[in-house]
């Protein structure tokens, strides 16, 4: 078993930037696939970013590519998302992922049901 917080989220205007971060404590993070994903007013909730358990595979949805960059730190047991150059549509509740069925794996995984932790998520709105 393994908890997630989330924390970093906030109000920003358009063009600026938010880093977020998901705290993982119980069980080791080593070894977890992770992923970003989010939800926003009246839409399915949707994938982000993904990352492995090394952190040397990442993998993001063509909406962020190129403004949106995921990392971890095992050591400190915490996932992060740098979210720069945000738009109005960025908007949503965002949720941090662990996949705990597989370790170690190598892979990331990009569909919410390759998840089993989730996060309480973290509000992100961005001004126009």
């Known amino acids: 078993q393994v908890q997630l917080v989330e924390s970093g989220g906030g109000l920003v205007q358009t063009g600026g930037s938010l880093r977020l971060s998901c705290a993982a404590s119980?069980?080791?993070?080593?070894?977890?696939?992770m992923g970003w994903f989010r939800q926003a007013p009246g839409k399915e909730r949707e994938f982000v970013a993904a990352?492995?358990?090394?952190?040397?595979?990442?993998n993001y949805a063509d909406s962020v590519k190129g403004r949106f960059t995921i990392s971890r730190d095992n050591a400190k047991n915490t996932l992060y998302l740098q979210m720069n150059s945000l738009k109005p549509e960025d908007t949503a509740v965002y949720y941090c992922?662990?996949?705990?069925?597989?370790?170690?794996?190598?892979?990331?995984?990009?569909?919410?049901?390759?998840?089993?932790?989730w996060g309480q998520g973290t509000q992100v709105i961005v001004s126009s």
């Open positions: 992922a662990a996949r705990g069925r597989t370790l170690y794996t190598g892979r990331y995984y990009d569909g919410d049901r390759d998840y089993d932790y």
């Open positions: 119980g069980r080791t993070f080593n070894g977890y696939a």
């Open positions: 990352i492995n358990w090394s952190g040397s595979s990442t």
